[in-house]
Nanobody, 126 residues
Framework: QLQLVESGGGLVQPGGSLRLSCVAS????????IGWFRQAPGKEREGVSC????????DYADSVKGRFTISRDHAKNTVYLQMNSLKPEDTAIYYC???????????????????WGQGTQVTVSS
């Protein structure tokens, strides 16, 4: 059974860092584009970042460029989201998602992704 499990969320002060993990089971994530999304209370889900099959292409929302980095560990079947210089507006539930349909690129648009994790809470507050 294909499953995605996020972890690494928590409470952090503004300016701090967190690293989120998205562990895939039941499939080889190398053959899927993986996206990170977030949803804050009262707001729509938004795309944060994504990494293509083969990891040769990445994309980021303008709001996180230069602060967040997505990467993939093939051996651990895991995709990471390193988040630095966190701001209160980064507070949200963060989800990872997968799709086999994108080849050679990725797009951080939720409607494209087929499989979703349950999410991990990130709170940025002093």
């Amino acid at each position: 059974q294909l499953q995605l499990v996020e972890s690494g969320g928590g409470l952090v002060q503004p300016g701090g860092s967190l690293r989120l993990s998205c562990v895939a089971s039941g499939f080889t994530s190398d053959y899927y584009a993986i996206g990170w999304f977030r949803q804050a209370p009262g707001k729509e889900r938004e795309g944060v970042s994504c990494i293509s099959r083969g990891s040769d292409s990445t994309d980021y929302a303008d709001s996180v460029k230069g602060r967040f980095t997505i990467s993939r560990d093939h051996a651990k079947n895991t995709v990471y989201l390193q988040m630095n210089s966190l701001k209160p507006e980064d507070t949200a539930i963060y989800y990872c998602a997968a799709t086999p349909k994108l080849i050679g690129l990725c797009v951080p648009h939720s409607r494209v992704y087929d499989y979703w994790g349950q999410g991990t809470q990130v709170t940025v507050s002093s």
